[in-house]
């Protein structure tokens, strides 16, 4: 029996010292297996590292050199347009002082001035062409007022030079791109040279080549109503008045309101004794006060003379409260309250119109006699 526990015992301790040994082999090749597996990975890390960090470089330098070339084309594109910009000043700026000059040069030119229709002031006028510029003295002291006096629009064309306000047009020829101008008139304006030129002529004494360039340019110009209105008043004050008649007609059948029109014909019906038509001509719609005071004389003096006294007195009103300064005005006013038998209004506008410097000496001696007729 202790022969086999010894061999058991035996068997035993060598089992133990297999498994020890056993186990002790098998640990320490892990080990060495772990360490060795460590060392061969990181070289593989460290490479892919790099290539990752190649690629970012890579990437960068790419963003950046497309940053860069953007920039770039954008400050050349800036800079293209900045000098486009200079460029284009510096030909306006040439453009403009081309422009200057050529207007300079064409109002230097006396041929073109003559053309423009720069015209001096006449310094000398017939008789009938004087008296047609400067008017009648009084138009209450005969009844019927000078056929001859001349509206505010007759005055300004006669002190006007060239008409304000004309366009210039600018055309640009050749490949030059040199600037010249040509002077654009409204039909308004051309109408006013055509008068201008006409009264040049009256003051040249050339009375029928006047005639003519009006008639002429009335034809070719239908609503030449300036034209129109200054020859029908030449036929008028040369006694030519049925001419004068048929062309004003004609002009109001165009335009059946034109103050100017509607005077001459008033006057026209005036000379030839006809004062009530006048009087109607001139009552349907009258213009503005302000706007023709010329009128409302026409009109207050047909009145009086067709013994429309009240209407008189309210025409004559008005244009005292326009302007106090007309002495003829006070005269007319007074004449109509004198005649309704308003003798203290009447009285003091006789003394009123006295004071004045520009009532006319046959008046001035008319008024001095009714105020003192009308007693103190």
Do not use: C
Request: glycine share 6%.
């Amino acid at each position: 029996m202790s022969l086999v526990n010894n061999m058991l015992r035996d068997l035993d301790q060598r089992r133990k010292d297999s498994d020890s040994s056993s186990g002790a082999a098998r640990l320490f090749p892990a080990r060495e297996y772990s360490s060795e597996g460590k060392k061969n990975l990181l070289p593989i890390v460290f490479a892919a590292l790099m290539l990752v960090l190649i690629g970012l470089i890579y990437f960068w330098t790419l963003v950046s050199g497309s940053d860069v070339e953007q920039r770039l084309d954008i400050q050349a594109q800036s800079s293209l347009s900045d000098s486009d910009r200079i460029v284009q000043e510096l030909e306006e700026s040439i453009a403009i002082a081309e422009e200057r000059e050529s207007l300079v040069e064409s109002l230097e030119n006396p041929q073109i001035a003559a053309q423009g229709g720069l015209q001096e002031e006449p310094n000398r006028i017939e008789p009938a062409a004087a008296n047609f510029l400067r008017g009648g003295n009084d138009a209450v002291e005969s009844a019927t007022p000078s056929i001859a006096s001349t509206s505010r629009q007759d005055r300004a064309i006669e002190s006007s030079e060239l008409p304000q306000g004309a366009d210039l047009e600018v055309s640009v020829d050749g490949p030059s791109s040199s600037m010249k101008q040509e002077p654009r008139y409204s039909n308004e304006q051309l109408d006013t040279i055509a008068v201008q030129e006409a009264l040049r002529l009256l003051a040249n004494n050339e009375t029928e080549a006047a005639y003519t360039a009006l008639e002429q340019y009335i034809i070719g110009n239908r609503n030449a109503h300036q034209s129109r209105e200054t020859y029908a008043k030449l036929l008028m004050s040369n006694g030519r008045r049925a001419d004068a008649a048929a062309l004003i007609e004609a002009g109001l059948d165009l335009v059946p309101n034109h103050a100017g029109f509607k005077k001459v014909k008033a006057r026209l019906l005036m000379s030839a004794g006809n004062i009530p038509e006048a009087v109607a001509t001139l009552i349907s719609r009258a213009p503005d006060i302000v706007v023709d005071s010329e009128y409302h004389d026409l009109l207050a003096s047909a009145q009086l003379s067709s013994r429309d006294y009240s209407g008189a007195i309210i025409s004559y009103k008005g244009l005292l409260e326009h302007d106090r300064t007309q002495g003829k005005w006070w005269y007319g006013y007074a004449a109509a309250n004198d005649q309704l038998g308003n003798s203290a209004v009447a009285r003091q506008a006789y003394l009123r119109s006295m004071q004045l410097p520009n009532l006319s000496a046959n008046l001035r001696r008319r008024s001095q006699e009714r105020a003192i007729a009308l007693g103190p």
